[in-house]
Nanobody, 122 residues
Framework: VQLQASGGGLVQAGDSLRLSCAAS????????VDWFRQAPGKEREFVAG????????DYADSVKGRFTISRDNAKNTVYLQMNSLKVEDTAAYYC????????????????WGQGTQVTVSS
């Protein structure tokens, strides 16, 4: 499966953005999908994840209550709705998918999107 992330941009603190992760391939509905982010000089960190059905979701504590991950398998797309954005949310955001793994370890994901930049100003 090939992934393409989009939807990033420059916003002010408190604003919202919705990221999209569009996938090619007819079996995308069988992949768990996570969002990760990486700020300059920092390690890549888990943000949110969803199972292949969308029935299970997981969030990092830092985004819980503000971000929502969802998927539309008919459109081969996973979304990350980000509300109440903070300056510390500034990072490049990546979506990742895997058919055999669902969790927070980014080293286990085999398919990656190219990243979309989110910049939050104060």
């Amino acid at each position: 499966v090939q992934l393409q992330a989009s939807g990033g941009g420059l916003v002010q603190a408190g604003d919202s953005l919705r990221l999209s992760c569009a996938a090619s391939g007819r079996t995308f509905s069988m992949y768990a999908v996570d969002w990760f982010r990486q700020a300059p000089g920092k390690e890549r960190e888990f943000v949110a994840g969803t199972s292949w059905t969308g029935g299970w979701t997981d969030y990092a504590d830092s985004v819980k209550g503000r971000f929502t991950i969802s998927r539309d398998n008919a459109k081969n797309t996973v979304y990350l709705q980000m509300n109440s954005l903070k300056v510390e949310d500034t990072a490049a955001y990546y979506c990742a998918a895997d058919r055999s793994y669902a969790g927070r370890d980014y080293t286990k994901f085999r398919a990656w999107g190219q990243g979309t930049q989110v910049t939050v100003s104060s």
